[in-house]
C-alpha cells in the first residue's frame, strides 16, 4: 500500500510541474527577447537642418526623429531651439520649394524625398521659397 502512495505522489508532482510548466509558457513575458519588435515601432530618421534666410544656424545640424512624429512636432522643436519667440513665424521647407503639412509623417517625407539614408529640411523665420 505504501509504494502506491509513493507511485502516487509521484505522479502528482510531475502532474504539478507540467502544469506549471505549461502555465508559464502560455504568460506573456516581459522579457524583450521574446517580444517581436516591429520594425516601424522604431524607426529613427536622420534629418539634416539647415538654416535660410534670417533664422539663426544651429550648431547641431543632423538629428536622429522618431519615424511616426509629424512635421509639427519638429517645428516645436526648432522653435526651441533657436529661441524663436511665440509672435515670430517660421518656416520648414523640403527641397527648398514646399512646405509640408504640420500633421505630415517625418517618414512619409523621408520615403518621398529622403536622399542619402536623411531627410533635408530647411527651416527659416520667413517665408522663402514657395
Known sequence: ????NENVNEVENKTEQVLKQTETKNEPTTSPVSKPVDPSEKKKIDVLLK?????PI??????????????????EFIRKYIKCEPSESLFIYVNQTF???PDQLISNLFDCFGTDGKLVLHYCKSQAWG
Open 58 to 75: 544651429m550648431k547641431k545640424k543632423k538629428w536622429a526623429v522618431d519615424a511616426n512624429k509629424p512635421v509639427a512636432y519638429l517645428t
Open 99 to 101: 512646405v509640408p503639412a
Open 51 to 55: 538654416a535660410a534666410g534670417d533664422a
Open 1 to 4: 500500500m505504501a509504494d502506491n
